[in-house]
């Protein structure tokens, strides 16, 4: 039988391979023929258990919306880097800019969301745009955001529309109606209807779009935009959107407005609506369909969020209703050890991805099925979650809610343990410990002869082992190798946020640390000072409430001694600028600084961060007005006068009274003048 023919040569296998796998990816991947890039990958969904769980049917196929020509293309970009750099002479110039790229975008407005390359232009649009143009762009995605949410680059602008048209929903309500004609007001749709608009539109694919990889985001955005809820927040933006994603920005401070950082006033008919998408993601849902989504990827964030937003408008009393999310993840009550809900707890306790949907349940949990849940789930398992790498955080979260007494017993059991939680680098469960006693008011004795144990009785080997200061010898690297090494090294970073809540509690714990940094040395004091992690621990220690006079006596005239060197190091310089709280009540020290920093002007204006060393210590004030900036320096007003000088003041002017009486009554005790003759005819009768 003859063999295929074949090319021979690298090239050729790489083409064949290349060739096999595109058609395997051909059932996956709906690709334009005339642009690569524009293809849309359509996500087939979480392949675990929560797949199968889905009520909801997609969509269907992503409709395509055509290409960008090459002119188009190239006029598009160069709009976008001018956007970027944003260095017109004033706002009427941009504004005519965005006009005329509004006029050229027109009926365009789905391809540049759509493309790669200039979905980026159409994010800068939205942030610069105004609020008509945000309505007008808004009305030309009507109709079409269900399948703009589920792309790559087109659910980014949806987003971002959505961030930016937020605000408004809050001014329209505020601001009469009145200010416009009928005419004017019937043809401008207001944000409130646009928005629920697209709640309409999302009706009957929830299910769908709560995992798929784009949409789910979106989704995430609108729920916090109709709950009125801050969107740029602390305990929500992890839950929108990635670390890895692209933040398109602007320079110019008035165009980039951010998100709203305060609670919105949100209408009665965003509440409803919210109320109809909970309610349709989370009662066409079985307990067993919930509980399979919760280790999903992408749905997790969203069922984190539903959580906090059914404890956040309900209360509660929330968790006692049968369709709400929590009493279905948690359907047996109280979820006592072996039920099913005790089961599935255990199991996502462990899991890298469940485990935050435990922190939630944690956290906003009623009082008495915490108490439960503690009792008979975690109390009896405490030693073995705070050594797992996963469980340890839902431990925290618990540790944060216990009350004085059972914060005590879970100390003592806890402090058994110290020395190998150290050795695995699982001190965030201590550092909630200690601050959590200090709140509480715990007697931390029993803790701090733990750590004293776990981290040696020499004060100086017990600090570089905490700090772990002896990993690497970073004096003979440079110092990009350095950043390098010590950027992946996150256990630096919680040993150093564990010596930094010790020093925030005075007493034992705290003189563990201050009693290692004053047995340094200092070549290690120098060296503490430089390190990325262990630099915060010193400047805590001049810095924390509870240091004494005592301490700052005995470790600030060594480090004055060094201080060009740290000043003009990136790193330590910022010890530096708190020498200067480091030094209150101690203006001789504070004065020895300025003198080191004065003489060695020229080395420190050489850097950048002498620069700042130079302007934080207010070093030109010194040199031109050294009264004023000791009179700073010593803590008072400049310009006011000391208590010394208010006494040699009223000591000189009782003198000179004293003065002028005795000369008037010289000889036979009778004035000389008198200010007119009745008072000298009383003085003289007296006489």
């Not at 019937?186 to 949409?215: K, P, W």
């Not at 540790?399 to 059972?406: A, I, M, P, Y």
């Not at 340094?520 to 915060?536: E, P, V, Y």
Request: aromatic share 6%; with cysteine; charged share 25%.
């Amino acid at each position: 039988m003859p063999k295929e023919h074949k090319k021979r040569g690298r090239r050729e296998e790489k083409k064949r391979k290349r060739e096999q796998e595109e058609d395997r990816s051909e059932l996956k991947r709906h690709k334009s023929e005339d642009d690569p890039d524009t293809g849309i990958i359509v996500d087939s969904g979480y392949q675990d258990d929560g797949a199968d769980y889905i009520p909801n049917a997609g969509p269907g196929e992503l409709p395509f919306y055509g290409l960008l020509d090459e002119e188009e293309q190239e006029y598009f970009k160069r709009a976008d880097s001018m956007l970027e750099l944003d260095q017109f002479n004033d706002a009427e110039e941009r504004a005519l800019f965005l006009a005329n790229v509004y006029k050229e975008a027109n009926g365009k407005e789905l391809k540049i969301a759509n493309s790669q390359s200039c979905s980026r232009l159409m994010e800068r649009l939205i942030l610069m745009s105004t609020p008509k143009q945000l309505k007008a762009l808004f009305q030309k995605f009507s109709g079409h955001f269900l399948h703009l949410a589920q792309h790559r680059f087109a659910s980014h602008c949806c987003e971002t529309l959505f961030t930016r048209l937020a605000p408004i929903v809050s001014e329209e309500i505020t601001t009469s109606a009145e200010s416009l004609s009928g005419d004017e007001a019937n043809a401008i749709a207001t944000a409130e209807e646009l928005f629920l608009t697209v709640s309409r539109e999302f009706e009957g694919y929830l299910g769908y779009l709560m995992t798929d990889q784009f949409a789910s985001h979106t989704l995430r955005v609108l729920l916090i935009i109709l709950s009125g809820r801050p969107i740029v927040d602390a305990h929500t933006t992890s839950l929108l959107q990635s670390r890895k994603k692209e933040n398109i920005t602007v320079n110019s401070l008035e165009s980039s407005r951010s998100a709203n950082t305060s609670i919105c006033t949100v209408p009665d008919s965003f509440q409803q609506a919210l109320d109809n998408m909970m309610k349709s993601m989370v009662v066409n849902l079985d307990t067993t369909s919930i509980r399979a989504l919760a280790p999903h990827p992408v749905a997790n964030p969203l069922l984190q969020l539903l959580l906090n937003l059914e404890f956040g408008r309900s209360g509660k009393s929330k968790a006692k209703d049968a369709n709400s999310l929590f009493r279905k993840l948690l359907s047996d009550d109280p979820p006592e050890e072996g039920t099913d809900s005790a089961s599935f707890f255990n199991a996502m306790l462990y899991d890298p991805i469940g485990s935050r949907l435990c922190e939630v349940l944690i956290t906003n949990s009623p009082g008495r099925t915490f108490k439960i849940l503690y009792q008979t789930l975690i109390s009896e398992k405490l030693q073995s979650l705070a050594k797992s790498e996963t469980a340890s955080y839902v431990l925290i979260k618990a540790l944060e809610r216990l009350s004085k007494e059972d914060l005590e017993q879970a100390m003592h059991k806890l402090c058994s343990q110290i020395e190998v939680l150290v050795e695995r680098s699982r001190t965030s469960v201590v550092k909630c410990l200690v601050e959590r006693c200090a709140v509480r008011g715990v007697d931390i004795g029993p803790l701090a002869i733990a750590l004293k144990e776990a981290y040696g009785q020499n004060p100086t080997e017990r600090l570089h082992k905490m700090l772990k200061m002896g990993t690497s010898n970073s004096e003979s690297m440079s110092e990009d190798r350095r950043k390098q090494i010590e950027g992946f090294d996150p256990s630096k970073a919680h040993t150093s946020l564990l010596a930094q809540s010790m020093l925030d509690s005075p007493g034992t714990l705290q003189d563990l640390i201050i009693d290692g940094i004053l047995s340094l040395d200092n070549t290690s004091l120098q060296r503490l000072a430089k390190d990325r992690s262990a630099t915060h621990v010193l400047q805590k220690s001049l810095t924390c409430a509870g240091n004494t006079i005592r301490y700052r006596r005995m470790i600030m005239p060594r480090l004055a001694s060094m201080t060009v060197d740290l000043a003009t190091d990136p790193v330590a310089s910022h010890v530096v600028d708190a020498f200067w709280k480091g030094t209150d009540s101690l203006p001789f020290i504070r004065e020895k600084i300025a003198e080191h920093l004065i003489q060695n002007e020229a080395v420190l204006r050489e850097s950048v961060s002498g620069r700042a060393v130079w302007r934080n210590w207010q070093m030109d004030t010194y040199k031109t007005k050294r009264f004023d900036w000791m009179a700073e320096a010593k803590g008072r007003v400049p310009g006011t006068k000391t208590g010394i000088e208010l006494a040699r003041e009223r000591f000189a002017s009782q003198k000179q009274d004293s003065k002028s009486k005795s000369s008037g009554t010289k000889g036979r005790g009778k004035p000389t003048s008198f200010p007119n003759p009745t008072e000298a005819n009383a003085v003289l009768t007296t006489g």
